[in-house]
């Protein structure tokens, strides 16, 4: 059998395709230098590119730029630099506006974005934190605080306070005054009156005062002051006699006292004031003062350290006043 001569297919006369030489690095780096350059001195560069028959004046003149530097640059290159500020090759053109834009950005400075967070969230957490304890604790804690101010504190001072009027009340009028004080306090307790009980908290230390005291009351008599004057109230005919007295205490001096005058119905603190007494009492102090000028038998009566009410060593009427 004959052999059948097989042949490859002829190439003759047919150029395979060529594919264009990629640019080297370095050329592309000069190019974009070129171009950095013409943008750092954009004066220049704009008004040489307005005019193409100077272009190569500007070609030029960058070389001479570069040369001063010892930095070779072709022709090509610097050709390709300006071709590029042209077209804007090597500009960044930001992306528009947009929700992926937006969050591409926020992403790339999260670390920043992170410190304004975290300090607003921990400015948040202060201010949540003092209007939980200053607002919402606060009032909590005026609760509690209230709560233990009438079932522990008050309870505690008013037993207290009955406790040393008591070590002072020597007379059965003395305790029975502390245990009235004592009821109303418990009452105001119960009701959770706090105001009340510390009413009458003090209250029961002024009597603890009172109990402590002694004194005499004396009527006085000295030169420039009345002994005794008499009154005669609005529509009646009959007389009301007073003895002008001070309380003098162990050390000689007067005291100052509390009292509450029946004319006015005020209470002031005076050093003498007029006691009122029935008429004999009066007419014996008068008739003693008329002997020889000096009244004798001054003491009208006693306060005693424990007792409540002056011990009157003669007889007197209930009333006072504090003006004559």
Known sequence: MAEVATTAP???????????????????????????TLRHQERLATKELDDDARKAQLVKRLREIYAAQGIEVSDRIIEDGVKALEESRFTYTPAPASLSRTLALLWVDRGRWGKIV????????L????????VVGGEKRAV???RVEIAETLPKSLAAAARAARDEAKVPAATARIDEFVARGEAAIARKDAAAVKTTVADLGKLTDRLRETYDVRIVNRPGVR????????????????????AIGPDGRALTRPITSEETQTTDQVTMWGQRVPQATFDRVAAD???????QDNRLGEKRRGEVDVRWSQPVDAGAITKW
């Open 118 to 125: 975290g300090a607003a969230v921990l400015a948040g957490g």
């Open 144 to 146: 509690e605080a209230a």
């Open 10 to 36: 002829s190439t003759a006369g047919v150029s395979p395709a060529v594919a264009p030489a990629p640019q080297k690095l370095d050329d592309l780096m000069l190019a974009m230098d070129v171009v950095d």
């Open 289 to 295: 003062a008329r002997d020889d000028g000096i009244i």
């Open 127 to 134: 201010a949540l934190g003092g209007w939980l304890y200053f």
């Open 227 to 246: 002994s005794g004057v008499f009154r005669v109230p609005n529509g009646k005919t009959t007389r009301n006699y007073y003895l002008i007295v001070e």
